[in-house]
């Protein structure tokens, strides 16, 4: 699983995502994807915005019209 960032209010779909570990190490954690915090290098990282918009296309494509 993915976090887009750290929260304590983790949502399925919204800053959470199932990833394969390749997925997840080579491209979500990418320079191109991940923003590193210099103030706080743990829990103020987060994925850029485009790419949470594209985390989150993909799961409504593949999950849409699911109640969890």
């Not at 993915?2 to 394969?20: Q, V």
């Not at 570990?21 to 979500?28: D, G, N, P, R, T």
């Not at 191109?32 to 790419?51: A, C, F, G, H, L």
Request: glycine share 6%.
């Amino acid at each position: 699983m993915h976090h887009t960032e750290y929260t304590k209010n983790d949502k399925f779909g919204i800053n959470w995502f199932p990833l394969c570990e390749k997925c997840h190490h080579e491209v979500a954690h990418s320079p191109n994807n991940w923003i590193k915090s210099r103030t706080n290098p743990v829990w103020s990282n987060r994925n850029t915005e485009e790419y949470i918009k594209r985390l989150q296309l993909g799961f409504e494509l593949l999950y849409g019209g699911i109640v969890w």
